[in-house]
């Protein structure tokens, strides 16, 4: 820190601005920043000098430069020499952790490399290697490459940008089962995450159409694939969840029940109340519960991440009720359906909190009986406004999600909808804010598949993870509108320089074409 404060004493002709709004080319929007108006090119062979061993950062240095200096440079001339040349970064830790709140703050530093100093170029302080990683990023969006001297500059130096998120949970989440995508689309979309810095994919694997992921205590379960081709196998549900990591991104695995499990019922019919009732899941008999063991059971030694999707919504018990053995188990419990399905997300629950998992459940499980869910529980909220608010009154934690504006399925919520949603919406107290984690855009996959999801994600995904990271009081208000609505097509242009297929910003229909001929920052 002492060595950073140094510097900053040192630039005399920074200009301080208290937000960075006027800051045409980064996105999300950092907390602080001070520039000045130098121009400084970049050496092609910037080095990396960094405390500890992390593999993480090594590995992002490297992904970074080649995004960095995609273009053929010209070598300097002789005797000439490149501004920067070298990037140091300094880690309070190296421990690759991720969990929940991991510290994702940076501060970064952006001088001319003084040849009697050690320090110049590019520097960073972070608490952990994921702050690291989010430094990169915004370094990578601060490059830029001048056609006509053939080299990456960085303009208005030096910078000093202090940045940290203002959500720990910056979700996107990705339904497998309407659609099947393979693991290149999935890990581009991973990619894409970080350029906009969220930082949990939430990986809806199962639902009732399919069922992709390999289970090895309940080999048939997967037969519920719509092919034998559109599976993912334990290991590469590994490879994702790696994958990832390397990127500072957890994976919140959902197993979706009781609703939303009829393909379950392919490999193993008992889980079938009957053949003409093959949704919710067959709640009067304890295969059920074991299979649903099986299952959490093989997906911990998958999925790292605290938190774990138990799904919860849209059940419909009528065929309960009317199914001769389950209705005869009911009266037997002395259940109402209603009680069983209650009964049912709070065995789940258990299931889940017996593996240390916490569990997250959509908002209907709270909706319809909040004083039987654990008290771990995180409300997943979807329907409409307002249930964020009534979650954390009665001290749960909560994702916003609210579907009129976070859903990417929903084609006719324009981008500054979905920028001007915001999750403490209703919420006033400090202490409840607390309790909410952040949010989650959704790319329900009915209508969407690897032909068309990053357009139908990109460019809308983005103004939530603003929303999700930066200073509200920089970014919220409505007159501010026509800056960021500049920023966030500057950024659909950096989606697709970086071969992720954005869709133009304001079209009618979200993901829709362009009109006509015209360049990508006028669309
Ligand atoms: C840069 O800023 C300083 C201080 O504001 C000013 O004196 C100088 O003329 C500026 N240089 C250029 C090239 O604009
Ligand atoms: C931004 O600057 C303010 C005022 O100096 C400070 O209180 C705040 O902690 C800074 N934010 C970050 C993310 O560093
Ligand atoms: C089902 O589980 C319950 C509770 O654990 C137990 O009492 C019951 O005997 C089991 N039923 C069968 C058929 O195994
Ligand atoms: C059945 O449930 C009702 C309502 O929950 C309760 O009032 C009643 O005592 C129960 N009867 C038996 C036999 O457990």
Redesign the pocket.
């Given at each position: 820190m002492k060595m950073v404060s140094q510097l900053v004493i040192m630039i005399s002709t920074v200009v301080f601005v208290?937000f960075c709004e006027s800051l045409s080319y980064i996105w999300p929007l950092?907390?602080?920043c001070t520039w000045g108006n130098q121009t400084l090119s970049v050496d092609p062979s910037l080095s990396l000098l960094v405390n500890g061993n992390s593999l993480i950062v090594q590995q992002a240095f490297q992904r970074y430069k080649r995004i960095i200096f995609k273009h053929g440079s010209n070598l300097p001339p002789t005797g000439l020499h490149y501004h920067i040349n070298s990037l140091h970064i300094f880690l309070k830790s190296d421990d690759e952790e991720l969990q929940l709140g991991t510290d994702e703050?940076y501060?970064l530093l952006v001088t001319k490399t003084d040849p009697h100093s050690i320090v110049g170029g590019i520097t960073i302080q972070a608490n952990s290697v994921y702050g690291a990683l989010r430094a990169l990023e915004t370094i990578s969006q601060l490059c830029i490459f001048n056609y006509e001297a053939k080299t990456v500059e960085i303009y208005k130096a030096p910078w000093f940008i202090?940045?940290?998120p203002r959500f720990s949970y910056r979700g996107l989440m990705l339904d497998t089962s309407r659609h099947y995508y393979p693991l290149s689309v999935i890990k581009q979309i991973i990619d894409s995450m970080a350029y906009a810095k969220l930082n949990v994919l939430h990986w809806h694997i199962i639902d009732e159409e399919s069922f992709p992921l390999e289970v090895p205590t309940y080999p048939n379960l997967w037969k519920g694939a719509y092919s034998k081709w559109e599976r993912y196998t334990v290991e590469d549900a590994y490879e994702i969840v790696s994958f990832a990591k390397m990127r500072g991104i957890n994976v919140m695995a959902e197993v979706d029940v009781p609703g939303h499990a009829e393909s379950w019922g392919v490999g193993y019919p008992d889980l079938w109340p009957s053949l003409s009732c093959r949704e919710p899941l067959d709640v009067s008999k304890n295969f059920t519960f074991d299979v649903i063991l099986g299952i959490l059971r093989d997906m911990r030694k998958i999925f790292p991440f605290e938190l774990f999707h138990l799904g919860g919504d849209e059940v419909n018990t009528g065929c309960w009720s009317s199914t001769p053995h389950v209705k005869q188990w009911l009266q037997e419990h002395n259940m109402t359906a209603k009680e069983a399905y209650q009964y049912f997300v709070v065995k789940a629950q258990e299931l889940a909190l017996s593996l240390n998992w916490t569990p997250v459940n959509w908002e209907e499980t709270f909706n319809s009986f909040p004083e039987k869910l654990n008290p771990q529980t995180v409300v997943h909220n979807w329907l409409g406004g307002g249930v964020c608010p009534k979650a954390v009154s009665k001290g749960f934690r909560c994702i916003f999600s609210n579907q009129g504006f976070w859903y990417l399925d929903h084609l006719d919520v324009p981008w500054d909808d979905v920028y001007y949603a915001d999750p403490l919406e209703g919420i006033r107290d400090v202490f409840e804010q607390k309790l909410v984690l952040g949010g989650e855009v959704c790319m329900w996959g009915e209508t969407a598949d690897p032909s068309n999801v990053q357009q139908t994600i990109w460019p809308r995904a983005a103004a939530a993870a603003e929303r999700l990271w930066s200073?509200k009081e920089a970014t919220s208000s409505r007159s501010s509108a026509q800056l960021a609505l500049k920023r966030l097509e500057y950024f659909r242009c950096l989606l697709t320089r970086r071969g992720v297929q954005a869709a133009p910003v304001k079209n009618k229909y979200a993901r829709t074409a362009p009109v006509g001929p015209g360049s990508c920052y006028a669309q």
């Open positions: 208290s950092p907390w602080n703050s501060s202090q940045d940290k200073n």
